[in-house]
């Protein structure tokens, strides 16, 4: 490419540059930054460059010179994004298990994008640290966008739900049955996207796991169950639930050893009720949905914690021993 054949396009390959190759601890000097705007088919010298980068400040771009030996070397400093700040983004999309192996890398090269190429190797180097297992429905990260759209529209949705059989295949639930239901909100709980939505035959407000969805799509019906959502405190609402199954909130008392505080604590808030007992036990009251997996989440406590009440809480609680027991004579 000629040198002056993008000469209209000179600001933005300037911007380009310094956007690309420079950070806080790697800068051109004025030669360097001529030469590259020469491969971009752009004239450049030390004069009109000194006009040019005054010009990128008023436009808001913070031009650092910086010594170097006999050179000066410049820099743009002042990204919209830091280096730590795009570590922890990176984190949570490698972490973050709805999203698929395949989403996560075109994410992951996006916010690279953000950085210099420098910085962008010390993200790479993050990137591997990390494996986990994924979601493996891509269709996830476009469902949880067209909830959102139904959701701001009013609108109720239809889908299909699977299920993963013996065989590692996704097979459809009651035959392939066709889900028509009015979505109110969108739950994280355990690593998963959960959609609350309302089913007018049953009257309620029903859980499912959103990288469970597939052929979604908006329909033109509005939506219904609002009086039923709006009785729902969310967060409340949330810490209550066990892997999204489970009814409505019940009021449940537990025992346990002063020792055991904390993982209450970690997951229905400070906000719940406690009250010692003595030197060595204390009462809560918490609000659950009491299905058998927070009976399950009460057996994983061990001999730490128990539940006093209700009394139909309890006498599952002894039937799921009695169920245990069995399993394991």
Known sequence: MAAGDNQKLKMLYLVKVFSEETDDAHGLSLQEIAARLEGYGVNADRKTLYKDFAELEKFGLEILSEQAGRNVLYHLAGRQFELPELKLLVDAVQGSKFITEKKSRQLIRKLESLASVHEARLLHRQVLISGRIKAMNESIYYNVDMLHDAINADRQI?????????????????????????????LWDDENYYLAAYDAADRMIKHYRVDKIVRLSITDTPREGKREFQKLDPATYTRGLFGMFGGELTRVTLEGRNDMVGPLIDRFGKDITIIPQDDERFTAHVEVAASRHFIGWIVALGDGVRITGPAELVEQMRDEA????????
């Open 158 to 186: 239809r889908f299909q739900y699977f299920r993963w059989n013996v065989h590692r295949q996704q097979e459809l639930r009651h035959g392939g049955a066709w889900y028509q239901l009015s979505p109110w909100s969108l």
């Open 322 to 329: 009695k169920r245990l027991a069995a399993l394991y004579p």
